[in-house]
């Protein structure tokens, strides 16, 4: 299909938008079985307010998606903004990257974010996309730690 400018759409995600961006988040077929899950919960999200996105649309297609979770982490020393949020869900069609698609989702998420007041964000990236992030102003940060701890058992 030639790739014209005046077929490119893009749009704020809807709750309908959810069992798309849950395969966007998650290809594998073996995560599959975890889709309705997240399908469910980002759709909610949406409604709720707290997940902002927008996608881009040739022909009706999605061809590409970005996504910022908004986090009511609370003022913190020099900050009295309450809002975090972070940038989820990047993902472009292979036959449509490295044409400014997720460039330009992830910076009208950053836009929908400060029209909320939001000044902090931050991702987790691959060494794909970092130097797309470092574009944007996101810097890597040494201080963050992660844990996985098991599930409480159940009653």
């Given amino acids: 299909m030639p790739r014209r400018r005046a077929l490119i759409d893009r749009r704020p995600v809807t709750p309908a938008d959810g069992a798309v961006i849950a395969r966007h988040r998650l290809p594998d077929p073996a995560d599959a079985p975890d889709r309705p899950a997240y399908a469910a919960w980002v759709a909610g999200a949406i409604a709720r307010g707290t997940y902002l996105g927008f996608v881009t649309q040739v022909g009706g297609e999605i061809i590409a998606g970005a ?5 009511d982490w ?54 794909q996309g970092r130097a797309l992030y470092e574009a944007l102003g996101f810097a890597a940060s040494g201080t963050e730690m992660t844990a996985h701890l098991p599930a409480p058992p159940a009653r």
């Fill in 67 to 71: 996504g910022l979770t908004l986090l």
């Fill in 74 to 127: 609370g003022p913190s020393r020099g900050d009295p903004q309450p809002l975090r949020a972070r940038v989820v869900n990047v993902w472009t069609h292979p036959d449509w990257r490295r044409q400014g698609h997720a460039r330009a989702l992830v910076q009208a998420c950053l836009a929908a974010g400060q029209a909320r007041g939001v000044t902090r964000f931050a991702l987790g990236t691959t060494l």
